[in-house]
Each structure stands twice: as structure tokens, then as C-alpha cells.
């Protein structure tokens, strides 16, 4: 089943073989934040604010979870995504959650790293108190960024299980199986490092590219906003600047500070291609439903629709037609 987006491209709908922790990067990050503590840039936009999986007092079963994934929950943002993930992908998508920010136990591996690793590396793998105070060489804190540069599955599994010589970290080949050294360096990676979820970027995390397809001719510049809408381009630019320029950048060409850890690079509005291809009624909707595959997210979950309407009108005016501002600006007066 092929998908098609505002933007011109289609995608794969979602086949119940996605990762898990890419389903939660391309579709809840948005709202619950990259480490499903709830600060994202969307949050203050929101009422209630969006759920945080890290708070030390929640207690969700995991049935909820499912219930509330797959068909939203009323008097909030959160919207079902049944339509789009299948049964599989949001069962494991919740089991990410679970896993990766409530630390729940939904396999062996965290049973067998309290049992055998927490004493050294702490309960949430950035080294217990004690152990980083007296060893001489502290334990390794698995959330760093280092960590996640210098340490493949392959020398984890190693290390675990021969030990590390110099240091503390002891060898577990005689206390452990291979398959439950290896259960307790997934669980690592997953719940404290992210691993997979800090590699994985837009159309990248399905397997594949996907490239805009840009119209063979000019847009039509000159179509308005879908449903008799009219944006404000001064509000416009206050939600642009406060929700988008971290990845769009400040001046619109996809160079904010984010857009580095980004792939595909965030759009850049102001290169031909785009100017070509994005008219007012294309913008809105890519804003609204967002790019699958892309951090591109949708948007009408957070902002109604006049205040898309006022983002749309600002990065058209400002970024892809700067000459339409002006047009604007004669046929006010």
C-alpha cells in the first residue's frame, strides 16, 4: 500500500516489520520528546501537556498503553493510530516505551542487569554512586554520547562476557549464557544508550531514500489557503521561530541547530526546487500531516488550523515568494 504525502512523494504505509524505536522517532517524539519525557517543542502548545514516560509515579499497564495508541484518548492530543500502524507496530512501539523510558521489564535482559550489572553501573546505567567514588577507574556510563560512539554490539558482548583487563569489569562467560549476554547488552543499548533511536533519522530508519518528486512545471503560485483560510504572516512567524527554526533554521534554509543530526536535511525553503514546488496549499498540508519517513511530523495534532494557516503564510511570504509579501503589502493599502 503506497501512502501519498503533501509534499509529492510516496511512502510505504506501515507493514507491522518497522523497528519499534523508529515508530516512536517518526511518530510520538514530536509530542513526548526524543526520551519520552515529554519536553518537546510541542509542549507548551498543548493541554493537558503530553504524557512524561519517565515520571518516578507512573503506572500504565501496558493493555492502556495499547488501547490508548491504537485509538487516541479524548480531551487530549493524543489521536489513534490505528489507521496508520498495525496491531504489531503499536504493541511494539509500546513495548519501546516501556522499556526505553518507564523502565519496565518486558524481557530478560533488565532482570538480568539488575541481577548482575546495576551494582557497578547504577539502575539507570550511568554508574552507581559508590562504584564512581572508589574504583579507580569508574564504571562506564552507558548514556553518554561517547559511549554511544566508542561501543558496538559486538565489543559490548565481548567485554561482558570476558571482562575488560585494567579495569573492575569483570568477565560473566562462566555465570551467563551467550544469549543472556547478549539479552543484557540489548537491553543497555536500548534503555540507556538509545542506540538505535540516536542512529536512525527519517527515510534512513525504513531502509531506503525517498526523494521529493518536484513537479515537472511551476507550481501555481498563485492558489490560497485550503478552506477559506487566511493566515497572519507576524503570528506566523512567532510559531515558526518557536517551533520549527531549530530544525528549518532562522532563515529558513534547513541550517537550524538541529539539522545537523538530521537525515534526510530538514526542507530548505529558499533553494530553487523549492521555490518551484511549494505553493500555499502544498505548505499547508505538509505542515498539517507531516512526511512519513522524514522528522517531519503533523502538525494538526499540536496547532489548529488558523495558527497553520499563519506558520503557512509566513514561510511562504518570507522564505519560498519574499516577492508575494510585497504583493500582499500593495494590495493592503
Request: hydrophobic fraction near 35%.
Amino acid at each position: 500500500m503506497l501512502v501519498g504525502n503533501a509534499f509529492g512523494a510516496e511512502t510505504k504505509a506501515a507493514t507491522g516489520k518497522t523497528r519499534p524505536e523508529t515508530i516512536y522517532h517518526n511518530y510520538c517524539s514530536v509530542c513526548h520528546g526524543d526520551r519520552g519525557n515529554g519536553l518537546s517543542r510541542a509542549r507548551n502548545s498543548l493541554t493537558p501537556p503530553p504524557r512524561d514516560f519517565t515520571a518516578s509515579n507512573i503506572k500504565l499497564p501496558r493493555d492502556y498503553m495499547i488501547t490508548v495508541t491504537r485509538d487516541g484518548k479524548p480531551g487530549t492530543a493524543m489521536v489513534g493510530w490505528k489507521t496508520q500502524l498495525s496491531e504489531q507496530d503499536i504493541a511494539g512501539v509500546v513495548d519501546y516505551i516501556r522499556t526505553a523510558f518507564m523502565n519496565v521489564d518486558v524481557g530478560p535482559g533488565r532482570t538480568l542487569y539488575i541481577q548482575n550489572c546495576s551494582v557497578c553501573h547504577g539502575d539507570r546505567g550511568q554508574g552507581a554512586a559508590w562504584a564512581s567514588g572508589n574504583m579507580a577507574r569508574p564504571p562506564r556510563d552507558f548514556s553518554t554520547a561517547a559511549s554511544r560512539k566508542e561501543l558496538t554490539r559486538a565489543t559490548m558482548i565481548t567485554v561482558a562476557t570476558h571482562g575488560k583487563p585494567g579495569t573492575a569489569m569483570a568477565g560473566f562467560s562462566t555465570q551467563l549464557r551467550p544469549a543472556e549476554i547478549e539479552a543484557i547488552v540489548d537491553y543497555i543499548r536500548t534503555a540507556f544508550m538509545q542506540i538505535d533511536a540516536a542512529s536512525i533519522s527519517g527515510t534512513s530508519a525504513h531502509g531506503g531514500r525517498e526523494k521529493d518528486v518536484v513537479a515537472a512545471t511551476k507550481a501555481d503560485l498563485a492558489l490560497p489557503l485550503p478552506d477559506a483560510l487566511s493566515g497572519d504572516r507576524a503570528r506566523g512567524g512567532k510559531l515558526f521561530l518557536a517551533n520549527c527554526a531549530t530544525c528549518h533554521g532562522a532563515k529558513g534554509d534547513g541550517q537550524g541547530p538541529r539539522a545537523h543530526f538530521i537525515r534526510p536535511r530538514p526542507r530548505n525553503f529558499i533553494d530553487k526546487a523549492s521555490r518551484q514546488l511549494l505553493n500555499r496549499p502544498v505548505l499547508y498540508a505538509g505542515i498539517a500531516k507531516g512526511k512519513q519517513g522524514t522528522e517531519m511530523s503533523a502538525w494538526d495534532k499540536v496547532l489548529t488550523p488558523q495558527e497553520i494557516a499563519d506558520v503557512t503564510e509566513y514561510v511562504f511570504v518570507t522564505f519560498v515568494q519574499p516577492s508575494a509579501a510585497v504583493a500582499v503589502g500593495k494590495s493592503a493599502k
